[in-house]
């Protein structure tokens, strides 16, 4: 399946492949002549009194304007070509999407909250690792006394 570039055909022809409601056709017609004069899309009149339009242009305007008629739509223009760069990440979908933020405010006041949370975690770990060692000195302690008591007895200590 190509991807077709700039192809001239009758404007009839690539409307009559989207629907056969004759009301939808005139509207499809008269819309796509409008707009083109508006924003300068190909539209040409040949010799035979026929429109002929760009049909990558005419089917991408379809598909923005007219979103039920995307099924319609012949199989060649329907592919868009992309060129992407990805990462594993990307590849796993194991990434995070950055954060929607709707105003500065609320993206300082989150950053803010983060920056606390952390503050908040190394406080937690800074108490435990104190709490730890002063476990660790306690038994070295009862440790030291248990090794006395037990020269004192006269046992072997392993």
């Known amino acids: 399946m190509d991807v077709v570039d700039a192809k001239l055909i009758p404007l009839y022809e690539a409307i009559k492949k989207l629907t056969t ?14 707009r083109a004069r508006k ?11 026929s429109y002929q339009v760009d049909a990558k242009q005419f089917y991408d305007w379809v ?3 007219f979103p039920d008629l995307k099924v319609n739509i012949p199989e060649e ?29 609320e993206a300082k006041q989150i950053i ?16 435990t690792n104190e709490e ?11 440790a030291d006394k248990w090794d006395h008591w037990n020269k004192e007895k006269g046992h072997r200590v392993k």
């Open 112 to 127: 803010q909250d983060q920056a606390d949370e952390i503050r908040d975690l190394k406080n937690m770990l800074k108490d």
């Open 63 to 65: 598909k923005l304007k």
């Open 21 to 34: 409601d004759s009301k939808l056709r005139k509207k499809l017609h008269d819309d796509y002549n409008y």
């Open 39 to 49: 924003i300068n899309l190909t539209l040409t009149n040949s010799k035979t009194e």
């Open 132 to 142: 730890h060692k002063q476990a660790l000195a306690k038994v070295k302690i009862k």
């Open 77 to 105: 223009y329907r592919v868009t070509q992309y060129q992407a760069i990805g990462s594993a990440q990307w590849a796993l979908n194991t990434y995070a999407p950055a954060p929607k933020f709707s105003t500065l405010d």
